[in-house]
């Protein structure tokens, strides 16, 4: 009798395992803010360019897996895309304007990413615009991609081997989206992030995630020039074993001057940034991220 309870309660809680079955489909509504104090420039095709202190990304993504070797080559469809920002004063108008194009030029694209078994995300592309011919142009777009990578730093959950709660938590592996910095340089340096199962409803498994560390723009971390900064990072999420799909996770982090940074002095002011995805049910329904 106990081996049989022990034996239920094992089964329980195996499951935390991704499963695409093509041709089947999962579609998620994703929305991201992004705080930039300092300003974060967005490149109009010509010669505008406005500085943004807050931008919001949302958008519906209709995603599809198929094996590719040991990996699922995942594949996204943009839609409903909306961009949303606040702007340095007197730039207003002309980075609606820029937004209002930039969500024109994702709507109906494609985003790529490969997914490792245990769920990790690797390059995370998006479908590149035929009229991107510029060097300016190519930034913009190069932009974009950034903003979607924090949009689906919810989904880039790494899950425990095995897929078995063993009861304890478990370190994730490499740098997860959600403590890259924004940058096209790459990001390098140091984190640690750990994730815990803290609640069983069913086939629905709580996870908690928790992580902070020090990194840097990875060309100037080459070239001995880097300035090093402070990630740090919190998550929640809700795995639903019956379907091998999140039905919502969300992310949050902030990012600060190292100690040693002059560039910090007397700047309080940190970046930061909130991420949250619903899974979007048979009926249209989003499953929406449910209190503590």
Known sequence: MI??????A???????EWRWEPPSAVAYHVETVVVTPRGRRWYAEENDVARATKQMLLMDVHCSGAPAGKRTAVRCRMDNVEFRGTAIPGEEST????????????????????????GR???????????????????SMDGLRQMVERALAPLDLQLPKDGVDKGKAWKRKGLPLSMKLMTSQGTSGSVVLKHTVTGWNGPLARIDSTGRGTVAEGLTMEQGTSTMLHVSGVGRAQFNTALGMLDWSEVSGEVEYAAANLEGIGN???SSFSSWAARIDADGQRVEPTPD
Do not use: C, Y
């Not at 081996?3 to 239920?8: E, L, N």
């Not at 995300?121 to 930034?139: H, I, K, L």
């Open 3 to 8: 081996w049989m309870m022990w034996a239920s």
């Open 10 to 16: 094992a089964l329980a809680n195996n499951g935390l």
């Open 95 to 118: 980075l609606s304007s820029i937004m209002e194009r930039d969500a024109r030029r994702l709507e109906g694209r494609s985003v790529s990413v490969e997914m490792r078994p245990d």
């Open 121 to 139: 995300f690797g390059v995370v592309d998006v479908e590149s615009d035929p009229d991107v011919a510029t060097s300016r142009a190519a930034r």
């Open 268 to 270: 309080e002011q940190r």
